[in-house]
């Protein structure tokens, strides 16, 4: 059975930095072709792809926000954190991580998290 | 570019079929994948790739692409599946996309 987690802080203030760790099981991110991707949803608005890392350690970050985004794997600990920086109102959130796996010749997001919701505010 | 294109809303009668189309340039090299979401839950994935369902995802779910256009049909709508449709792909560098939404009203 496969699951991922966020865990994080759920309140953060302007400019401070964001680190969220998905925690996961019923995978190895050691094996070739599956990474882990986070994703968010502000409020009410449609979903945003933020970063994503593979096994091999190759990593891809939404042109966008790729200045403020880390994203690194500890794969004896299953887990990926993701940290992002000088947190605004505007990056207040449900942040899911989920499962990329190759499927037939496609890498879609198969497995997701529950997300958890970050809220900026001083 | 690399953006996604989804209609903001569509409505289908119950039992009915309805099409939710997803445009891009990107879906001209690359699949695009489908997530259903409903209010206050994460994503589902309910197609991916030329026209692949996982496991449990009710075959009344179908998808096609063409071009730019990548759809996905859902035939003989039921009231559960009124919902918010997202689609998925990436482009040439590796960077993932996804579509503004649909929001799928089944009347």
């Known amino acids: 059975q496969i699951t991922l987690k966020e865990s994080g802080p759920t309140l953060v203030k302007p400019t401070q930095t964001l680190t969220l760790t998905c925690t996961f099981s019923?995978?190895?991110?050691?094996?070739?072709?599956?990474?882990v991707g986070w994703i968010r949803q502000p409020p009410g608005k449609a979903l945003e792809w933020l970063a994503l890392i593979y096994w091999d350690d190759d990593k891809r970050y939404s042109p966008s926000l790729k200045s403020r985004l880390t994203i690194t794997k500890d794969t004896s600990k299953n887990q990926v954190v993701l940290t992002m920086t000088n947190m605004d109102p505007v990056d207040t959130a449900t942040y899911y991580c989920?499962?990329?796996?190759?499927?037939?010749?496609?890498?879609?997001?198969?497995?997701w998290g529950q997300g958890t919701l970050v809220t900026v505010s001083s | 570019s690399s953006e996604l294109t989804q209609d903001p809303a569509v409505s289908v009668a119950l039992g009915q079929t309805v099409r939710i189309t997803c445009q891009g340039d990107?879906?001209?090299?690359?699949?695009a994948s489908w997530y259903q979401q409903k209010p206050g839950q994460a994503p589902v994935l309910v197609i991916y790739g030329k026209n692949n369902r996982p496991s449990g995802i009710p075959d009344r779910f179908s998808g096609s692409s063409s071009g730019n256009t990548a759809s996905l049909t859902i035939t003989g709508a039921q009231a559960e599946d009124e919902a918010d449709y997202y689609c998925?792909?990436?482009?040439?560098?590796?960077?993932?996309?996804f579509g503004g939404g649909t929001k799928l009203t089944v009347l």
């Open positions: 989920a499962r990329n796996a190759m499927v037939r010749g496609v890498m879609p997001f198969d497995y």
């Open positions: 990107s879906l001209r090299s690359y699949y």
């Open positions: 019923g995978f190895s991110l050691s094996t070739s072709g599956v990474g």
């Open positions: 998925n792909s990436r482009d040439s560098s590796g960077n993932h996309l």
